[in-house]
């Protein structure tokens, strides 16, 4: 079984800056598409970044060259680094791994104020 813990959300103004990250506790890590989604109140979760096993990523059109991926195999962990934050930006932010099986962490919270 996997676990996925976030971290790293909070209050920020606009053009700030955080950082979040996901634990992965289970086997496996290295095999597993890493990615964080968002959930805006009253929208649909979306994919904002995703990381292969490879290290190959994707981003959102909406958070391209302000938003970065990354993942420490060593650590079990995978990283979102956001930069220059937008009021738009404000959602729950979701922690996923797949590969056979799919798995959610808890969410963490992502305020911007303008």
């Known amino acids: 079984q996997v676990q996925l813990v976030e971290s790293g959300g909070g209050l920020v103004q606009t053009g700030g800056s955080l950082r979040l990250s996901c634990v992965f506790w289970g086997n496996l890590f290295n095999y597993y598409v890493m990615g964080w989604y968002r959930q805006a109140p009253g929208k649909q979760r979306e994919l904002v970044a995703q990381i292969s096993p490879g290290s190959s990523s994707n981003y959102a059109d909406s958070v391209k060259g302000r938003f970065t991926i990354s993942r420490d195999n060593a650590k079990s962990t995978v990283y979102l680094q956001m930069n220059s934050l937008k009021p738009e930006d404000t959602a729950v932010y979701y922690c996923?791994?797949?590969?056979?099986?799919?798995?959610w962490g808890q969410g963490t919270q992502v305020t911007v104020s303008s």
């Open positions: 996923n791994a797949q590969d056979a099986s799919e798995f």
